[in-house]
């Protein structure tokens, strides 16, 4: 069963940083490509990142760039969220989800996490 | 960067009826297109991919058509455990992605 768990959230200061974590288990991590999203308070559905399963190619929704950085350790079956400079409208439920790929389906998040909660405030 | 706008942003209904959802893009996403279902304090739950696609274990009731720009999420009898707030998401390319607002399905 594919689980994806998320952790690393908290309570940081405006301009603070944060890495959030999200565990993967019951498949190799190694073969898909991987994203974060996220959800603001009584808000919609937001993409944050992509990665390619090597890490080699990654993606940032344009509010985020050179603020957050995604990465991975295949080894360790984890996905990775750094956050830095860190505002108010950060604040989020931040998921992460395995990305399915066929050449006829494309690219689209099918499993998702339970989401961890970052609150940005001072 | 392309625009997902779903319509209505609530949608009032009773158990049995058949609802339909809309969604619309800014620009030509030919069916890279995928919906989704999200009920209070969860996670969203994968329903239909390639516009029509449907996810397995998703019951038939949801059905999705559309291309270019104008998609549909059909509910043909809409159920107890139906209502929830329904994400249509673009994935024209791997590199950004976009979701609409978001339609809320609430009990008439």
């Known amino acids: 069963e594919v689980q994806l768990v998320e952790s690393g959230g908290a309570l940081v200061q405006p301009g603070g940083s944060l890495r959030l974590s999200c565990a993967a288990s019951g498949f190799t991590l190694s073969s898909y490509w991987m994203s974060w999203v996220r959800q603001a308070p009584g808000k919609g559905l937001e993409w944050v990142a992509n990665?390619?399963?090597?890490?080699?190619?990654?993606y940032y929704e344009d509010s985020v760039k050179g603020r957050f950085s995604i990465s991975r350790d295949n080894a360790k079956n984890s996905l990775y969220l750094q956050m830095n400079s860190l505002r108010a409208e950060d604040t989020a439920v931040y998921y992460c989800?395995?990305?399915?790929?066929?050449?006829?389906?494309?690219?689209?998040?099918?499993?998702w996490g339970q989401g961890t909660l970052v609150t940005v405030s001072s | 960067d392309i625009q997902m706008t779903q319509s209505p942003s609530t949608l009032s209904a009773s158990v049995g009826d058949r609802v339909t959802l809309t969604c619309r893009a800014s620009?030509?996403?030919?069916?890279?297109l995928a919906w989704y279902q999200q009920k209070s304090g969860k996670a969203p739950k994968l329903l239909i991919y390639k516009a029509s696609s449907l996810e397995s274990g998703v019951p038939s009731r949801f059905s999705g058509s559309g291309s270019g720009t104008d998609f549909t999420l059909t509910i043909s009898s809409l159920q107890p455990d139906d209502f929830a707030t329904y994400y249509c998401?673009?994935?024209?390319?791997?590199?950004?992605?976009?979701f609409g607002q978001g339609t809320k399905v609430e009990i008439k």
């Open positions: 998401q673009q994935y024209n390319t791997y590199s950004t992605w976009t």
């Open positions: 989800a395995r990305v399915y790929y066929d050449f006829w389906s494309g690219y689209y998040p099918q499993h």
């Open positions: 620009q030509s996403i030919s069916s890279w």
């Open positions: 990665i390619k399963q090597d890490g080699s190619e990654k």
